[in-house]
């Protein structure tokens, strides 16, 4: 998928597309149902019909005309289209990751009922009189969290960047650890010597 | 056409209907406590069957339909804890737990919905609610 490519996915025999302006749309709509931090949660306990209903907010968004309960016998008795909803939803999650070459959160301690990934992105942006809501949601997802890069830049410890200093610090104690090692060693091999 | 059927469930000698509409609905309270996989799976084998998520499973069930109990003078929503009892406790009939699973099974089951340009009218859809198939899980 490139950068500002939508996703599209094969369903009932058709192809549903959703272009790159509406994945924050269809995620919304997936998270009113199912927020992410609960589907990555379920690990090897899926909830089936949980996952169908979620999906098919996402398919009725893509212009589908679709029940829950149809997409859940539909994935429960037809291996291809579990495979397919599966396929859809992993496009859709990929396609709201953040860039990968910055880290976030660092040392933040977890929220209780922390707000949907759209719904964070939302607040940021239109919260802070970033963009309007009606830029935000015509935005492709790699393009909001640019907007957020842009307007939160990196926390500087002198010329370095927060992550940068972590990082140092980190290869210094490392360092500091095997110079100890290696004294220690030199002095158990004196004493064994003497 | 609907994805589901009219179920009939019989608990403590009464029978109750799930209509068809509402079974998705009842499928995700009880995916709430035992998944459809760990359903399929204990079906498959009865080694595998946790007597507890099966108890909290069948209870989801029983609370939807509004089935109650009385506790300390009080009528409140049937509990895990006395479906457990009931199920699994002495006295219990030893097939309890696997009819259980069964009706658990049963009531998951869909069937694949043709894809139709024109849906059935509602006389038609109480038709065919009608000729629903009954699962009983009196013990």
């Given at each position: 998928?490139?950068l500002f490519d939508g996703?599209?996915f094969?369903?009932?025999?058709?192809?549903?597309?959703?272009?790159?302006?509406?994945?924050l749309?269809?995620?919304?709509?997936?998270?009113?149902?199912?927020?992410?931090?609960?589907l990555?949660?379920?690990g090897?306990?899926?909830?089936h019909?949980?996952?169908?209903e979620?999906?098919?907010a996402v398919l009725?968004?893509?212009?589908a005309?679709?029940e829950a309960?149809t997409?859940?016998?539909?994935?429960l008795?037809?291996?291809?289209?579990r495979?397919?909803?599966?396929?859809?939803?992993?496009a859709?999650?990929?396609s709201?990751?953040p860039?990968?070459?910055r880290?976030d959160g660092?040392?933040e301690?977890p929220?209780?009922?922390?707000?949907?990934?759209?719904?964070?992105?939302y607040?940021?942006i239109?919260?802070?009189?970033?963009?309007t809501?009606g830029?935000?949601?015509a935005?492709?997802?790699r393009?909001?969290?640019?907007l957020?890069?842009?307007?939160?830049?990196?926390k500087m410890?002198?010329?370095l960047?927060?992550?940068?200093?972590?990082?140092?610090y980190?290869?210094?104690?490392?360092h500091?650890a095997?110079?100890d090692?290696?004294?220690?060693r030199?002095?158990?091999e004196?004493?064994?010597?003497? | 056409?609907?994805?589901?059927?009219?179920?009939?469930?019989?608990?403590d000698?009464?029978d109750?209907?799930?209509?068809?509409?509402q079974?998705f609905?009842v499928?995700?309270l009880v995916?709430?406590e035992?998944?459809i996989?760990?359903?399929a799976?204990?079906?498959?084998?009865?080694?595998?069957?946790?007597a507890?998520?099966v108890a909290?499973?069948?209870c989801a069930i029983l609370?939807?339909?509004?089935v109650?109990?009385?506790?300390g003078?009080?009528?409140v929503p049937?509990?895990?804890e006395?479906?457990?009892?009931r199920?699994?406790?002495?006295?219990?009939?030893?097939?309890?737990?696997?009819?259980a699973?069964t009706i658990?099974l049963a009531?998951i089951?869909?069937?694949?919905?043709e894809?139709?340009?024109?849906?059935?009218?509602?006389?038609a859809?109480?038709?065919?609610?009608s000729?629903?198939?009954?699962?009983?899980?009196n013990r």
């Amino acid at each position: 998928m490139g950068l500002f490519d939508g996703i599209s996915f094969r369903w009932d025999g058709r192809t549903v597309a959703i272009p790159p302006d509406r994945l924050l749309g269809a995620l919304a709509r997936l998270e009113e149902v199912l927020p992410l931090r609960e589907l990555a949660a379920m690990g090897d306990r899926a909830r089936h019909g949980k996952v169908s209903e979620a999906f098919a907010a996402v398919l009725c968004f893509a212009g589908a005309d679709v029940e829950a309960e149809t997409v859940f016998a539909r994935t429960l008795l037809d291996g291809e289209a579990r495979a397919q909803a599966h396929a859809a939803i992993t496009a859709l999650i990929q396609s709201a990751q953040p860039p990968p070459r910055r880290r976030d959160g660092h040392g933040e301690a977890p929220q209780e009922n922390p707000p949907g990934l759209v719904e964070s992105l939302y607040r940021a942006i239109v919260g802070n009189g970033w963009a309007t809501a009606g830029a935000f949601w015509a935005m492709t997802p790699r393009e909001a969290w640019w907007l957020v890069e842009a307007r939160t830049p990196p926390k500087m410890v002198g010329h370095l960047t927060e992550d940068d200093a972590e990082d140092l610090y980190q290869k210094m104690k490392e360092h500091r650890a095997e110079l100890d090692r290696e004294s220690g060693r030199t002095r158990a091999e004196k004493g064994s010597a003497a | 056409m609907s994805a589901f059927s009219d179920i009939s469930i019989g608990w403590d000698g009464k029978d109750y209907v799930i209509e068809g509409r509402q079974r998705f609905r009842v499928i995700c309270l009880v995916e709430e406590e035992v998944t459809i996989g760990e359903i399929a799976g204990m079906a498959m084998d009865p080694a595998r069957l946790k007597a507890t998520s099966v108890a909290k499973g069948f209870c989801a069930i029983l609370r939807f339909l509004g089935v109650t109990e009385v506790q300390g003078g009080k009528t409140v929503p049937i509990t895990a804890e006395t479906v457990f009892v009931r199920m699994f406790g002495e006295g219990a009939d030893g097939d309890g737990p696997l009819v259980a699973v069964t009706i658990l099974l049963a009531l998951i089951q869909p069937h694949l919905p043709e894809p139709t340009a024109v849906r059935p009218n509602r006389a038609a859809r109480r038709k065919s609610a009608s000729k629903a198939g009954r699962v009983d899980g009196n013990r």
